[in-house]
């Protein structure tokens, strides 16, 4: 279970906020999702330190999972699979070192629209897995006990 899920201890001080961020998720998930954004999902959280577990999500092959932490040297990816790596890759480590080449690099196989849709969720992915890396951190059990609460 996240930290931001409804019910979570960070529901219980902040419910509003947790309700628009799982919304903005919705609306994410809605509007790109697939094996893809599964992958780059994963890759995001590797990259934010996350502890992941054992099982892979849903839509990505175990032996994907296991090869993901250096995806570019495997040939289990394909060319549109690495293009969508690397730009979350980009994305996570320097939004603003984003390339026209590397949004260039997905027109193969989407659209102007999937890729605007793939990077929207891309956004919200890197902002979800950060805040809950970081209210994870901030707000464990004992901590939650003793902070202030909101009006």
């Not at 902040?14 to 998930?29: C, W």
């Not at 990259?47 to 032996?63: F, I, K, T």
């Not at 026209?100 to 897995?129: C, G, H, K, N, R």
Request: glycine share 4%; net charge negative; charged share 25%.
């Amino acid at each position: 279970m996240s930290i931001m899920s409804s019910g979570g201890p960070v529901h219980a001080h902040a419910p509003e906020l947790v309700q628009e961020l799982l919304s903005l998720n919705e609306v994410a998930e809605a509007t790109c999702s697939g094996p893809e954004m599964d992958l780059c999902k994963l890759r995001m959280r590797q990259m934010h330190g996350a502890d992941l577990g054992e099982a892979a999500p849903d839509g990505v092959s175990p032996e994907k999972a296991a090869a993901l932490s250096e995806w570019w040297e495997s040939d289990l990816f394909s060319d549109h699979e690495r293009a969508c790596l690397h730009l979350t890759e980009q994305f996570v480590l320097a939004v603003s070192a984003v390339r026209q080449e590397d949004i260039d690099a997905l027109m193969p196989t989407w659209s102007d629209d999937e890729i605007y849709d793939f990077v929207m969720a891309l956004y919200v992915a890197d902002m979800s897995s950060r805040a809950d890396l970081v209210l994870a951190s901030v707000f464990d059990d004992a901590a939650l006990s003793t902070r202030p609460q909101g009006d």
